[in-house]
């Protein structure tokens, strides 16, 4: 295989690694906050509403007042429901492909320079590609919104997704770390860097929110909010030690690497 080619292939890496700036975005963790804000705020307005209406008030007009206020507080608590799991579910869907692709390429690449059991590694990036069949975005909104219970299935199938993924991913990054190590090369992987996701028992997590009247399914899912943030992040760092490495590799000259514009110390400076 041709410098060349090796540098083309390098280049898809790194633009799916850039890809991450877009779709491993943080997930703000007080969403899970605004939907009980918003029921307690509805609760207020119906308790105090009429000490704000003057008597001489005609009646038409806090009807009006009255039902606009209500729809609003309803509108927002649908949509504070909604968003959160709109955000991880895109999330999910985003990272798991673009990560599937990037394994897939890199597998591919270190077979050709000769790094590691090809076989061993392509089949386990093939587990982790195997994973980024899209959830409908649409369809799991609308029956959290329907049916309020299924968001706890939801909920559920989230953390395993990205628990299974991190697994199946720190297991490919330790075998490419084993075949680095073998060579002797300077530049490793700290493949500890990689957040792994636990998996949360459905059973255990719903009688919890039960016991609790629901209040429980707001630290529910602020927690696979910060698994998800956690793990992007952690991602970022071990797809840069693995381009890194990639570098060294394939022994990039300085113009090349200006080229491709892969410097470490200013395009990943961030990480």
């Given amino acids: ?7 083309s292939k390098l280049r898809q890496i790194v633009k799916l690694h850039l890809e991450g700036d877009i779709t491993d975005k943080t997930i703000p963790s007080w969403l899970p906050l605004t939907a009980p804000l918003i029921i307690i705020l509805g609760i207020i307005l119906f308790l105090f509403l009429p000490l704000f209406v003057p008597i001489s008030c005609p009646y038409s007009m806090v009807l009006v007042i009255t039902v606009t206020l209500y729809l609003t507080v309803i509108i927002g608590g649908l949509a504070s429901i909604a968003y959160p799991i709109y955000r991880l579910v895109k999330a999910r869907n985003e ?10 390429l890199t597998s591919e690449l270190l077979s050709q320079l000769g790094i590691g059991n090809p076989h061993e590694i392509l089949r386990k990036a093939e587990k982790i590609r195997s994973m980024s069949s899209r959830r409908s975005v649409k369809l ?15 909920y559920y199938l989230l953390n395993k997704d990205i628990s299974t993924h991190s697994h199946l991913e720190k ?17 490793q992987i700290n493949t500890n860097r ?42 970022r760092e071990v797809e840069r030690q693995l381009i890194d490495y990639i570098k060294e590799a394939i022994t990039l000259e300085k113009e090349e690497t200006k080229y491709l514009n892969i410097n470490s110390n200013k395009r990943y400076s961030k990480y």
């Fill in 140 to 154: 799991y909104v609308g029956l959290a919104l329907l049916t309020g219970p299924f968001s706890y299935y939801i």
């Fill in 1 to 7: 295989m041709g410098k060349e080619e090796e540098i």
């Fill in 194 to 235: 990689l957040y792994v996701v636990g998996e949360k028992s459905l059973t255990k997590n719903i009688i919890l929110t039960t016991l609790t009247f629901g209040a429980y399914s707001i630290y529910w899912l602020r927690n696979i909010i910060k698994d998800y943030n956690n793990h992007f992040k952690s991602h």
């Fill in 171 to 187: 297991d490919f990054i330790d075998t490419v770390n084993s075949a680095i190590k073998k060579l002797h090369r300077v530049l």
């Fill in 95 to 104: 990272h798991l492909d673009r990560t599937g692709r990037m394994y897939i």
